[in-house]
Every structure is written in structure tokens, then in C-alpha cells.
């Protein structure tokens, strides 16, 4: 069997495990299932409380933030503020492993006249390609100066449309500073007692890139109860090459309990120079386990990617990624 074949094999009977003895705490009474429950909830309880000290440090950050452009001492109020901490390894035939660490942040500042949001991100904003985005490469360590950005972002109250937008300016955090702008529009409609649809539009502006925008339609009904399908493509024309790049993507995604699921997909990439063309083909899994409470996720995802400039041969990847979300809500 080819290494392709057995490393996207692997990713699937990896998955097909469900990882039950990393988030169930009614284990079998075996002496070695014992020890790696002792093991799981030590090191769980270590995390528990960095994550909740983080939070609570984060929360009241805000707050004093919010107190000050508010102008006087607040009563009890919700709040959005977030931060999320995603660790990835990728890993590829050649025997590479790639490492994508990103921080991102929201300050919610909802007692503002204008209702802002303080953001910061590691990844700036729109920095990836499309075909870089849907493949979800890494690039090494990501929390870097040069490619972190921070901001503010506006978004007013939807109007009887039903049109949610949001306005975000800012800079990328690098020497020297780069102006960066996105508008952002999105919908939802249902078109039939099954068929939903989903749009979203962006139009960005980078200072070392130029203008762009990125549209995305999406087509979701139910199969059954616990498996969707979903039918969406992407379009996004960047100024800085005169290019167009698109994708089409299906996916069906099955709800295996309440902390887990799989998400299969199949799709095409393609974009308009030299020549308008289909440029990889991709499929693969992400299979996606809540392993505690509401803030701890696992991401496994096996792929294959055919790229035309490799003759369509197979390029095996496989990734491994811990969400931590810090946030009361």
C-alpha cells in the first residue's frame, strides 16, 4: 500500500476511536485505564485552572476598558470578549512537521454609544491566499510581530433586512506599521421547508497588498437528523496580481453525540492566471471532539490534495489541533 493511502487510512481508524477515554469519566475499573484516567484528569485540572484564572483576568480587563470610555462604574452586563488559543501540527509524506500556533482576541466594549470591539489577531486578516486558506497550511510559529494585527471593529445593530455588517480597521503589527480596512456583509435565508442559504462578502484593503474581496455562497439541508450537507463555493479577486481564485467545496458533516462530529469533504480550487484552470483537487475528514466542558475542542483532519503542478499525484497530510476558548459566555 502506498504512504498516501496509509496515512489517510490511519487519520480515518484514528477518528473511528472517538478518543472516549480522553473526555468519559465513566472508564472501565482496569488498572491501565485508571492510570491514564488519573493522568487526563491531572493534567486537565492544571489546565482547567490556568483557563479559568486566564479568563477571569481577561474579563475584568474589559471591563475596566468599557468603564472607561463608558465613563462611570458599570452594573452587572453581559459581555463578548473572548480569547482563542489554537495549537496545530501538520504533518506530510515528506516526513515534515509543520507547527501553527494563533492567538486571537476580541475586547467587547458594549456600553459604547457606538458598541466597539477591540481585536487582535496572529494571522492578519485576509494574509492567505484562498487556496492557503481552504488547505489550511501552516507556515511555522505564527505568533510573530510581522504578521499579528490589531484593531478596532464596529458592528451596528441589524436593520429589518437582516443584513449583519461589521466595519474593521487597523494595523499590522510589524516595522514598519501597514494600514489595514475590511468591510464585512453577511445574510441567511431559508429557501424551502429543507434548503437553507448563506452568503457572506467581504471587500479588505492591505497597504502592502492592495484591495481585494471575497464572496462565499453557501447551500445547507438536512439528510437526516444527524447528517447535513453542504454545497459552497468562494470567489476572491486580489489587486496586487489581477487574479481570480475559486473553489468549490461539498461536504456532508454527521453529528456522532452531543461532543462530536465528522465533517467529509470533496472540492476543487482553481483561478484565472496564467490561464483560467482548475488548479488541485482535495478531500478529506475533520473530525471534530469537545473533550471538556465548553471550552476545550480536538480537531483531527486526514487529507489528500492533487495538485495539477504535481501531475494530480496525491499529497498526504494530517493534522492535529487543540482549540482553548477563554470566555464567561
Known amino acids: 500500500m502506498k504512504y498516501s493511502a496509509r496515512l489517510f487510512i490511519l487519520g480515518f481508524l484514528i477518528m473511528a476511536l472517538e478518543f472516549p477515554a480522553w473526555a468519559d469519566d465513566t472508564l472501565e475499573s482496569t ?6 484516567s ?50 496545530q501540527n501538520t504533518f506530510y509524506k515528506s516526513g515534515e512537521t509543520e507547527q501553527d500556533v494563533k492567538l ?22 485576509k494574509e492567505e491566499s484562498l487556496e492557503e486558506r481552504v488547505h489550511n497550511d501552516a507556515s511555522g510559529e505564527r505568533i510573530e510581530a510581522d504578521e499579528s494585527f490589531a484593531g478596532v471593529e464596529y458592528q451596528p445593530a441589524p436593520e429589518k433586512s437582516q443584513w449583519n455588517k461589521s466595519f474593521t480597521g487597523g494595523i499590522k503589527l510589524r516595522t514598519p506599521l501597514l494600514p489595514f480596512a475590511k ?38 439541508r438536512p439528510i437526516t437528523d444527524s447528517y447535513q450537507l453542504k454545497v459552497s463555493s468562494e470567489l476572491e479577486f486580489r489587486d496586487e496580481n489581477n487574479t481570480f481564485s475559486y473553489d468549490l467545496i461539498l461536504s456532508t458533516t454527521h453529528r456522532l453525540d452531543h461532543a462530536s462530529s465528522i465533517e467529509y469533504y470533496v472540492g476543487s480550487l482553481g483561478e484565472s492566471q496564467p490561464t483560467n484552470q482548475v488548479t488541485h483537487y482535495i478531500l478529506g475528514a475533520n473530525y471534530r471532539k469537545l473533550l471538556h466542558e465548553d471550552w476545550l475542542f480536538l480537531n483531527i483532519e486526514p487529507g489528500l490534495s492533487f495538485p495539477r503542478e504535481e501531475n494530480w499525484k496525491a499529497q498526504p497530510s494530517f493534522s492535529l489541533e487543540l482549540q482553548i476558548y477563554f470566555t464567561d459566555n
Open 104 to 125: 486571537k482576541a476580541k475586547l467587547d466594549l458594549p456600553n459604547t454609544e457606538k458598541k466597539f470591539k477591540l481585536v487582535f489577531s496572529s494571522d492578519a486578516e
Open 183 to 220: 468591510f464585512d456583509l453577511d445574510n441567511k435565508w431559508r429557501l424551502s421547508e429543507f434548503w437553507t442559504s448563506e452568503f457572506e462578502q467581504s471587500f479588505w484593503y492591505l497597504d502592502d497588498k492592495g484591495f481585494g474581496e471575497t464572496s462565499e455562497l453557501s447551500f445547507i
Open 31 to 36: 488498572a491501565d485505564n485508571n492510570v491514564k
Open 38 to 87: 488519573s493522568w487526563w484528569k491531572r493534567s486537565l485540572q492544571s489546565l482547567e485552572k490556568f483557563r479559568d484564572k486566564t479568563t477571569e483576568d481577561y474579563s475584568d480587563l474589559s471591563t475596566s476598558i468599557d468603564e472607561f470610555f463608558y465613563g462611570k462604574k458599570l452594573e452587572e452586563t453581559s459581555n463578548d470578549s473572548y480569547l482563542k488559543l489554537e495549537i
